[in-house]
């Protein structure tokens, strides 16, 4: 015996034709996206919300570069420790949100983390940051052993 | 469906707006459109775009929003990389009820942020019952 009464299933309330549209909307983003990035989309539809993030180097600096849109310079949080840079923070909803009328919400909210392991040792005392357009800047100096350098040779 | 959808807008069809072959590429921001009872709020990001790189123009009845990245490239030589360096572009189509003259736009560390008031016919009104 089932202890569940059996249900009909609600048939008249399937509307096969709703969510296509927004359906169209998250394939052309897909095909938007390049190969790197498709691994932060996919943290994004599992609720997370993974940064965009760079990493460049000259001769003297490794710049970290990472997309934040929409933040306060004192939500972000940058720390170094053991080589590895990490930034974190938090994009805070400003608006007070009412039930029903937003009627598109692509943006995410909440907390991030992001942390990235440094090829080369870097200087802990030399880290400057900066945080312009919805853009964080993070310039390290390298090591003075991980700097290349000309070696002289002596021909006798 | 409702005001200010968006329209379809793959790389084909911008082609077919340039009316050339030429295709070029740009990234779709992602946004949020909410309503109030004087008008919209859309609120789209586009990190690396200042103030004077934002382009907002209403055609047809189409808002374009179109941003350029000035920070294209850092000094030296990437590493890794997850950012595109590429424009922005974003068309949704208009409301009529949208006031298209009072549109006011700005920046806010990377997010352009769009008041779209509603005409002043169409706004909520309450209306005085008299004796």
Redesign the interface.
Known sequence: MSLIRYQTPELSTWTPFVGL?NL??EM??L??L?A??LG?REDRLLGLWSP???????KD?I?V?C??????KEDIGISLHENTLTISGERKQE?E?KEG????????FGRFHRS?SL?VPVRPDHVKAQ?????L?VTLAKAEEAKPKQIEVQVS | ??T???T????ATNRAANGAARRVAT??P???????AEGY?L?A??????KDEIEVTVENGELVILGRR??KE???????????PLDYRRVFDLDPSIDSGKIKAK?????LILTLPKAEEVKPRRIQVTD
Do not use: C, W
């Open positions: 549209s169209r909307d052309n983003r095909f938007d390049s790197p990035a932060a965009p993030l760079d990493v460049f180097q000259d600096h710049f570069k997309e934040l849109a929409g933040l306060k608006r949100v009328d937003g009627f598109r919400s692509e943006r995410f990235v090829p945080y312009r357009d919805g853009i800047a | 469906m409702n200010l959808t968006q379809a807008q793959p790389a990234v779709t992602v946004a949020n459109i909410h309503e109030t709020i609120e990001e586009m990190p690396g775009v200042g000035a920070d850092l000094p030296g030589e990437p590493l890794y990389r997850e950012s595109r920046m806010e560390q990377g997010v």
